[in-house]
């Protein structure tokens, strides 16, 4: 008797935690195809596509000092992490998120969104991050990476523009 | 209500009747006889803005558009696009990603045609040393002038006008040239104003701007999309204020604040629609506003997105 009122509550835990993950499943796929309206992505003029010289090259997996080219990418952004963590080896003109999916440069979010998924809700809402156009219609969304440089996101400190004039200063 | 509109009915008789005794009387002995041109006089009769039904609104647009083409030799397009229903506006800014950079500050200039000499700024960014008492907005300093920002042990908060609910500058008017129009926007006529300046020591927030002389832009530094509530050229003796960006924000774009700001720390949008940014930021986020003791009720919300 009592076994089977295990059994039954078992079950139903079991159903429930399944419906959990469909449902998370689902938000998940209602999240991919969505594409947000972007400026083109922050590139160094010149080194897009990537495949201009990647194409044929052979990949080299291994975490290095880059000598040849990229010298200037110093990965200070997730402890342990390498190139391949988010850009695909075969075929550079694409990211790879963790999954093995493939997504356009112009998607990044979805990138960063993997492991900054508050960040990436606010972004959707309009909180973090940027949205120029229509406040009550159309808008365009800043890419992360246009605030944030991937190999090292920490926001650079600027210059600002000069103080107001001291009343003493103005005749 | 009825006493209010008594009220309101009052004094414009008080400020007719001062118009008139000065047309007619010793004030007329003041006024320079050259100007005895028919622009003159018609911009000295101009019924108030709210009174005036749109075939009139539309002759005194043109006529100050005449006048803004004749000063800056180039054309003025002065607009009077009104509330939309169903809007409310309200401003967010996120004291946790404000840098202090005051790009925000010379957006506003140049979109808004401020004086830039004498200097009028409509935003100020204050900074305070974190950890310190700070609300005490006197207690702040605005000339700060370091070679990079943000700085270590600093925040920054811009202030302009809070676009309050219960406006005390509007109650101080006495001519009644700054008003809240249904948007919430808090407006200022340029034609009306007389520039007594009692709106400037009621505000709380001293957002208030007094052109002490005549407002000085090059042409080609005049931005020529205005709003007769707005960004239009303005004149020596008047008050001036942030106003949203009426000219952007009534045709449904952004102020010119929100877009130059490259942290994103400026949020703005309909207070009335669910899904604005303003909504989810009041909705997900501990919002404060300034001198809320106060009862003006600012539709200007201040907070802090992270950390802190």
Redesign the interface.
């Known amino acids: 008797m009592k076994d089977k009122k295990r059994r039954l509550s078992l079950i139903v835990a079991l159903f429930f935690l399944l419906s959990l993950l469909f449902s998370f499943a689902e938000s998940a796929e209602q999240d991919i195809p969505k594409k947000f309206f972007v400026p083109p992505p922050p590139f160094t003029p010149g080194i897009f596509p990537c495949s201009q010289c990647h194409q044929g090259m052979p990949v080299n997996r291994k975490p290095r000092k880059l000598e040849q080219m990229h010298q200037e990418i110093q990965l200070k952004h997730m402890p342990g992490g390498w190139c391949f963590d988010c850009h695909n080896p075969d075929n550079r003109d694409k990211l790879r998120l963790a999954n093995g999916q493939l997504i356009s440069f112009e998607e990044s979010y979805y990138l960063c969104a993997q492991c900054h998924g508050v960040v990436f809700r ?1 972004w959707k ?13 159309e808008k365009q969304y ?1 890419l992360c990476v246009h ?1 944030h440089w991937p190999h090292e996101p920490r ?1 650079k ?10 009343p003493s200063d ?1 005749k | 209500m009825n006493r209010i509109k008594g009220n309101r009915a009052e004094r414009k008789i008080d400020r007719r009747t001062f118009i008139k005794g000065a047309a007619l009387g010793l004030a007329a002995a003041a006024l320079p006889l050259n100007k005895s041109d028919a622009s003159f006089w018609e911009a000295f009769f101009q019924k108030h803005f709210r009174e005036m039904n749109d075939e009139e609104i539309k002759k005194v647009l043109q006529r100050l558009e005449k006048e803004a083409e004749q000063k800056y030799k180039k054309a003025v397009k002065i607009g009077n696009e009104k509330a939309m229903p169903g809007v409310l506006f309200g401003y967010g800014l996120d004291l946790s990603r404000c840098i202090g950079c005051r790009r925000c500050v010379y957006a506003c200039v140049e979109e808004n045609n401020q004086s830039k000499d004498p200097q009028i700024h409509w935003i100020t960014v204050l900074r305070f040393k974190k950890g310190e008492k700070w609300v005490d907005l006197e207690e702040s300093e605005k000339y700060y002038n370091p070679s990079l920002v943000p700085e270590k042990d600093y925040f920054y908060m811009p202030v302009q006008c809070q676009q309050c609910e219960n406006p005390p500058c509007v109650r101080s008017c006495p001519t009644q040239a700054t008003w809240k129009e249904p948007d919430g926007i808090v407006v200022i006529d340029y034609n009306w104003c007389i520039g007594c300046r009692y709106c400037m020591a009621a505000c709380p927030y001293g957002a208030r701007r007094f052109n002490w002389s005549a407002p000085n832009r090059k042409p080609e530094e005049i931005n020529p999309k205005t709003h007769y509530l707005g960004n239009r050229p303005r004149y020596k003796g008047v008050v001036e204020k942030c106003t949203f960006c009426i000219q952007r924000t009534r045709n449904g774009r952004y102020p010119a604040c929100v877009e130059a700001c490259p942290v994103g720390a400026r949020k703005f949008g309909n207070l009335l629609d669910p899904n604005s940014e303003i909504r989810y930021a009041i909705e997900n986020k501990r919002v404060f506003r300034l001198k809320e003791d106060l009862n003006t009720s600012p539709k200007f919300y201040y907070f802090f997105a992270y950390g802190v």
């Open positions: 606010e809402a309009g909180l973090h991050g940027k949205r120029t156009g229509m406040w009550n219609g800043l605030c926001f400190p600027i210059q600002p523009l000069p103080p107001p004039m001291r103005i």
